[in-house]
């Protein structure tokens, strides 16, 4: 029944996202940048795609920095015009898209800060889709309480950061624990705010938000061994959501090895393949704790992209704009990956990236 | 939200409940007839509504249909230019539902003569206006349906067509079995017509059979059964 009203307010920006889906760059495309030789080859092969003179102004020696800013600015400009066009429970929708890349700018700046960064820099190093009018005005923090009476209160987060208000001071440890806090609330929020929208865009949007939610409880688990977190405060910052939740979730947060957060995650059938290194350590040696986790966040990327792939697969709902948000972005850290290779001619892990499609 | 549907529910509830009450208790119960109702309506009433509701449902069907498809088309031409042409073909589908309803509503139209008051509350007549009612619905009804299918279809059709260009006639086979829903309607009905003007039940004025014509004014006043079994070989649709 969804597909009776859903084109009267947003079919034309439904047509407008499957138009720049399709638009994203595949094997072809990644082939020929692997084979280029120096970044103006890059810049060239790139003209071709829908990214077209992106670059055109840029001063002659390129920097791989350059590029990842001038690909996330096309992104942005694309999100403005389908946020820009849309009108309710789409835009509501969108804006939720952002608040992920607020929260990690609102902790950007407090870090920095904290550390006695220069404002205007910290300002620069925000990500453009997670900007919102007082932000400058964080810069001033001293402690949690006064932060969010003086400038949260009136932004979307305020809801999201009642739960960390009792945070004592502001130091690296804290400040983690209260991003994860928030980023919790968040994602409880967002996936409350889907089922209310209900059918199609609920079943896409609930698998996908059930990865991530997943995904931050065991990298959560993962980073904090041993560390001076404990463990009631770890299982605090654990979404209520997900497959993980709840018998998985208690699992974890008494865990204190990879061998324990293996054994809960091959419960999940989804999951199994995660920990799952039989086969390359025997290739390569033993991986040691550093390979291990770099391989799992690869495979978490590769779940993520298959997951949002999914999402176009089915018409008339919202999960469609999330998915190409997040997949875009995956496309921009692989032509990242892929000129800093080229850069710093490092040829043997140019094909280290993630194919979308 | 949910408060709407309990209110809304509730209220319409409550009123029927009240109103009922109100007759049973002042020994009204016998001015809910349903007999009565049927035998005082005229038939212009009944053969009227059929003609609107077949015109306008035909249409709502064939709108709907062309908006669902006209915005996938629009958004998905932006980047896809050479979708546009091609799918125009979904929207003429649609149209042609709409001109199902308005050929029904012309055909219709026809069997409305003027019957002076006192001719008009006949068996013949009741039958007419009924007819009209019930086939109209039906023909609205199919051309809704069939509008919505092809419009779902069709914009799906868009969008396939904008990213791969040899799905575009897969789809379009899936439109096409769609767009027959609202034939089947049409021709269901228009055999129903057919046949209805052999049939001994007519109005005046309308073209007959001769001899059909003259048995019929003597069976005017029969039972139905005998009428049935007389006319049976001469209506193949009975």
């Known amino acids: 029944m969804e597909g009776l009203f859903f084109n009267v307010n947003n079919g034309f920006l439904e047509g407008i996202v499957r138009g720049y889906k399709s638009g994203t760059l595949t094997q072809s495309h990644y082939a020929s940048l692997t084979q280029c030789e120096t970044l103006e080859d890059f810049k060239t092969q790139l003209s071709a795609t829908d990214y077209g003179n992106f670059l055109a102004n840029e001063p002659s020696p390129l920097s791989t920095a350059t590029i990842a800013d001038k690909a996330t600015q096309t992104l942005v400009d694309q999100f403005n015009f389908l946020r820009s066009n849309s009108v309710e429970p789409l835009s509501k929708f969108l804006d939720y898209i952002t608040y992920g890349y607020m929260i990690d700018n609102v902790v950007l700046l407090i870090t920095g800060t904290l550390h006695e960064r220069d404002t205007h820099e910290l300002l620069e190093r925000c990500h453009p889709l997670g900007i919102f009018d007082t932000m400058p005005a964080l810069c001033v923090a001293t402690n949690v309480e006064e932060l969010y009476q003086s400038v949260l209160v009136e932004t979307p987060l305020a809801p999201y950061f009642r739960d960390c208000l009792s945070a004592a001071d502001l130091d690296d440890m804290n400040i983690e624990i209260i991003r994860n806090t928030v980023y919790k609330a968040y994602l409880e929020d967002f996936y409350n705010y889907v089922s209310t929208i209900g059918s199609t865009t609920a079943e896409v949007m609930h698998s996908i938000l059930a990865f991530e939610a997943d995904r931050r409880t065991m990298n959560i688990t993962i980073n904090s061994f041993d560390t001076e977190l404990t463990k009631e405060q770890r299982a605090k910052l654990f979404p209520a959501i997900g497959r993980l939740f709840p018998a998985g979730n208690n699992a974890l947060a008494k865990a204190d090895d990879i061998d324990q957060v293996r054994q809960v995650c091959e419960n999940v059938g989804e999951y199994r393949s995660f920990f799952d290194n039989s086969g390359s350590a025997q290739a390569n040696g033993d991986l040691g704790d550093f390979g291990v986790a770099a391989q799992l966040e690869d495979r978490f990327f590769r779940m993520e992209v298959h997951l949002n792939k999914l999402a176009f697969l089915q018409q008339f709902q919202y999960g469609v704009f999330y998915s190409y948000v997040k997949l875009k972005e995956q496309e921009i850290r692989n032509i990242t990956w892929i000129a800093e290779c080229i850069a710093q001619d490092a040829r043997d892990r140019i094909h280290d990236f993630i194919p979308i499609f | ?238």
């Not at chain 2, 809304?8 to 029927?16: K, Q």
């Not at chain 2, 009450?21 to 002042?26: C, G, K």
């Not at chain 2, 009944?46 to 062309?66: N, T």
Request: with cysteine; glycine share 12%.
């Open chain 2, 1 to 238: 939200m949910v408060y709407k549907t309990y209110a809304s529910f509730g209220l319409s509830t409550f009123l029927v409940v009240i109103v009922a009450l109100y007759l049973l208790f002042t020994d009204s119960g016998e001015a809910f007839d349903v007999g009565r109702f049927l035998e005082e309506t005229s038939p212009f009433v009944w053969g009227s509504l059929g003609i609107g509701l077949c015109i306008g449902l035909s249409v709502l069907g064939a709108g709907w249909g062309i908006f669902l498809t006209g915005a996938s088309i629009l958004g998905g031409g932006v980047r896809t230019p050479r979708i546009s042409t091609k799918n125009l073909i979904s929207i003429i589908f649609c149209e042609v539902v709409a001109i199902y309803g308005v050929i029904m509503g012309i055909v219709y139209s026809s069997k409305l003569q003027t019957v002076p008051e006192a001719q008009l509350y006949t068996r013949d007549n009741y039958f007419t206006g009924y007819a009209l009612f019930f086939g109209g619905l039906t023909v609205g009804f199919c051309n809704l349906l069939c509008g919505l299918c092809v419009g779902v279809a069709g914009s799906t059709a868009a969008l396939a067509d904008a990213a791969d260009p040899t799905l575009f006639v897969k789809v379009l086979v899936v439109e096409v079995f769609g767009s027959v829903l609202g034939l089947f309607g049409l021709i269901r009905v228009l055999t129903r017509i057919a046949c209805s003007v052999r049939h001994t039940y007519m109005i005046e004025g309308l073209s007959c059979v001769q001899s059909v014509r003259s048995m019929s004014s003597m069976m005017i006043r029969q039972d139905m059964a005998d009428q049935c079994i007389v006319t049976e070989d001469l209506c193949p649709c009975t």
